[in-house]
């Protein structure tokens, strides 16, 4: 078993090697950087067009590997590294190739430097990764710095319906795996007032007090049903927006929050944004 971690040279920023040795160094394993780079298209050309694609390949794979080696050398100490490229005309189908040769325990992607303080912005191979992975798939947030060494608290997010207890049973599963506490978190937001003229706010924030009732009690049949045990931390937290209900959840260093996706076929995804995709932007 290694902990994979997709890294190109100017792509993406740190945070994902960051991630990839907290997660290398919890499950006491190896650390393999993927590099993943565009390849050239069988029928040759003319011109000497494919040669230099071909060059410019092999010399940002290269490049790649160079750039992760000086990053990890200060960070990665006592962890196993190994590089290793792929050409291949998708990324994303590339690395869970590495994924699984290697025997991947976990893959690792940075969120791309863009997105601003407080945005998460994910490019197409995190978007289709997140939905098609056959093994977990952990991604940074934007500027990951942990100062911990290794992991340190996993938290499930809980949507508190019958559907989602499952998603508990793994978190409690990977949770013990990686010898870490766990907590189960479930997120209220009232966002946009629909009709203050009509019932007032102070009617919706009863209504949305009363859900959050309801929820707690929820949770703590997760303990009487022995779904999780005695010493898992159950939390409700409300707010007015996303950002509000994240920041609110008291983050530790080296904590990770763990989410049920849904398959990448399910129509109603390409139409409707679903709570874990807010949860990962903000």
């Known amino acids: 078993m290694t902990v994979v971690v997709g890294y190109r040279a100017d792509k993406v920023g740190l945070s994902g090697l960051y991630l990839a040795v907290s997660f290398a160094r919890t499950l006491k394993t190896s650390l393999t950087v993927a590099t993943i780079v565009p390849k050239a298209w069988p029928a040759p050309s003319l011109a000497r067009v494919d040669a230099e694609f071909e060059h410019w390949a092999e010399h940002l794979a290269e490049n790649s590997a160079r750039e992760a080696r000086h990053y990890l050398f200060p960070l990665a100490d006592g962890v196993e590294v190994d590089y290793v490229q792929r050409a291949h005309r998708s990324v994303s189908n590339g690395l869970l190739e590495v994924a699984q040769e290697v025997g991947a325990e976990v893959l690792v992607l940075g969120s791309l430097p863009s997105g601003g303080r407080g945005q998460a912005v994910f490019g197409s191979t995190a978007d ?72 007032g706010l102070d009617v919706e924030d009863a209504v949305l007090e009363a859900w959050a009732v309801q929820a707690r009690e929820i949770l703590e049949s997760l303990k009487v049903d022995g779904v999780v045990g005695d010493d898992v931390v159950l939390q409700v937290v409300t707010g007015h927006s996303w950002v509000e209900v994240l920041h609110q959840a008291d983050w530790i260093d080296g904590e990770i929050l763990t989410l049920a996706t849904s398959p990448r076929t399910e129509l109603r995804r390409v139409l409707l944004g679903t709570r874990s995709d807010k949860i990962i932007r903000h």
């Not at 289709?128 to 710095?145: D, N, Q």
């Not at 911990?148 to 049973?169: D, E, H, K």
């Not at 506490?181 to 203050?196: D, K, N, S």
Request: charged share 15%; proline share 10%.
């Open 128 to 199: 289709w990764l997140r939905h098609s992975s056959p093994v977990p798939l952990a991604i940074s947030a934007p500027g990951y710095h942990s100062q911990t060494g290794g992991l340190t608290r996993l938290s499930c997010a809980y949507s508190a319906n019958p559907q989602s207890v499952g998603v508990v049973a793994r978190c409690a599963e990977y949770a013990e795996r990686l010898g870490l506490p766990l907590r189960v978190i479930t997120f209220a937001v009232r966002g946009r007032t629909m009709y203050p003229p009509d019932v």
